[in-house]
């Protein structure tokens, strides 16, 4: 069974940095996007940034420029680096990905995500 689990998140203050991590494990074939999502309390959940299996980047405009998706093919796992971190960016984070569990087989899996905390 696949599972993908986000590490990293916590309380930091305005302006500080913070480091996701999201591993997949599991009986895996392959991996393509993967990404990264929050959803703030009463709001929907929303893009943050996506990463391609050839590491091709798309970010949302609220986090460009501070913001870093990268991944580790060889270890099933992307990270999600954020800098200059705002109060506006409090939210529970999850990791995304659309993995092949079977041959010929793909889904999309989610995280049960990480909470971040952004104190002004």
């Known amino acids: 069974q696949v599972q993908l689990v986000e590490s990293g998140g916590g309380l930091v203050q305005a302006g500080g940095s913070l480091r996701l991590s999201c591993a997949a494990s599991?009986?895996?074939?392959?991996?393509?996007?993967m990404g990264w999502y929050r959803q703030a309390p009463g709001r929907q959940r929303e893009l943050v940034a996506t990463i391609t299996s050839s590491s091709s980047t798309n970010y949302a405009d609220s986090v460009k420029g501070r913001c870093t998706i990268d991944r580790v093919n060889a270890k099933n796992t992307v990270y999600l680096q954020m800098d200059s971190l705002k109060p506006e960016d409090t939210a529970v984070y999850y990791c995304?990905?659309?993995?092949?569990?079977?041959?010929?087989?793909?889904?999309?899996?989610w995280g049960r995500g990480t909470q971040v905390t952004v104190s002004s």
């Open positions: 995304n990905a659309e993995i092949q569990y079977r041959p010929s087989l793909w889904s999309q899996y």
């Open positions: 599991g009986t895996i074939f392959g991996i393509n996007d």
